[in-house]
């Protein structure tokens, strides 16, 4: 009598939702951008098979919804032109809360019985601070720094759609970037006793020069400690390199805050050379102060968690 043994069914992998698909397979695949720096060199590099098996999703899943190879690097380029900061319509949190704690902690030196000079000091402190924090963020953070490298090779993406829509979702995203700068400088600026030296500038103008200052140094950094290649030229002939980096590494003696010195960055002075030419103290007999919860109830909008 012939036995016929029993062969257990393939089980078949449950189907997941396509927003669930998709969201797994674009973060996905931005690690292994990161992970291999593939985006300068046009994401030739990146399977679209690889990036099935790491992101563990149905491959059947993920060719309903990008047939083809070309129709994924379409949606992950803009994914990428779009930084989840952008996406939340905020700004780096980190910097917020940093600028704001500064003028929670000093509220008292924002009031009606204080100088001019002692609102402007604390501007100040809360500007080097928001500075430092935010210039770290664009040193160190992966997702900007694909941003920065998108933004300067949009237009060598050999497809003309994805070409448009990369673009497109770039200028959106400066758009969202400016806005959201423009709007928090001027309820900071109302809050802490400040006013534009001219009013047709405009808010935008100082979120607009003072981003453009920042991201210039923060891409020089970059350059600064990647450029060298220190297998090819022996150091004591490679004088300049680490230069440009240390430069901006450095901390130089700056005015001091109720008291205490304070050393200030190159990032921190060149934003403060914006910010004074944009921002000047509202006269004390003009300056009504606002109650402090008016500051806790805006960075609890544009950063929460509560600031207390």
């Known amino acids: ?26 973060d996905t695949a931005r690690r292994m951008v990161a992970e291999d720096q593939l985006l300068a060199a046009g ?34 380029l803009i994914h990428l032109a779009t930084p989840d900061w952008f996406r939340s319509g905020s700004l780096d949190r980190q910097t917020l809360r940093a600028t704001g704690q500064v003028l929670l902690e ?23 601070v928001g500075t430092e924090t935010n210039f770290e963020f664009m040193r160190t953070d992966e997702s900007w720094r694909m941003y920065t490298v998108l933004t300067a090779t949009v237009r060598s993406i050999p497809d003309p759609h994805t070409r448009h829509s ?19 400088y001027a309820q900071l600026a109302e809050v802490a006793g400040l006013r534009l030296t001219d009013p047709a500038r405009g808010y935008s103008g100082l979120a607009t020069a003072g981003a453009a200052v920042l991201e210039g ?12 290649d220190p297998a090819r030229v ?49 006269p004390v007999p003009d300056f009504h102060p606002k109650p402090i919860a008016t500051l806790v109830n805006l960075l609890d909008t544009l950063a929460p968690p509560h600031f207390e």
Request: contains cysteine.
């Open 234 to 282: 022996p150091a004591r002939e490679r004088p300049w390199e680490g230069a440009g980096a240390a430069e901006l590494e450095a901390r130089t003696p700056g005015p001091p805050f109720r008291g205490q010195p304070r050393a200030w960055s190159l990032a921190a002075w060149s934003f403060r050379a914006v910010f004074d030419s944009y921002l000047e103290c509202v």
């Open 43 to 76: 994401l030739e590099g990146l399977g679209m098979e690889e990036v099935i098996v790491r992101a563990d999703v149905p491959r059947g899943s993920v060719y309903r919804i990008w047939p083809y190879r070309k129709d994924f690097v379409h949606d992950l």
């Open 166 to 184: 990369v673009s497109a979702a770039l200028e959106q995203a400066e758009w969202t970037l400016t806005s959201t700068l423009a709007h928090f």
């Open 1 to 26: 009598m012939t036995h016929i043994s029993a062969v257990a069914p393939r089980r078949r992998r449950p189907r997941q939702d396509p927003d669930s698909v998709r969201a797994t397979m674009m």
């Open 106 to 128: 000093n509220y008292d030196l924002i009031s009606a019985n204080r100088s001019a000079a002692e609102r402007l000091s604390v501007a100040h402190e809360a500007l080097r």
């Open 217 to 228: 140094l923060s891409l020089r950094y970059q350059f600064a400690v990647r450029a060298a």
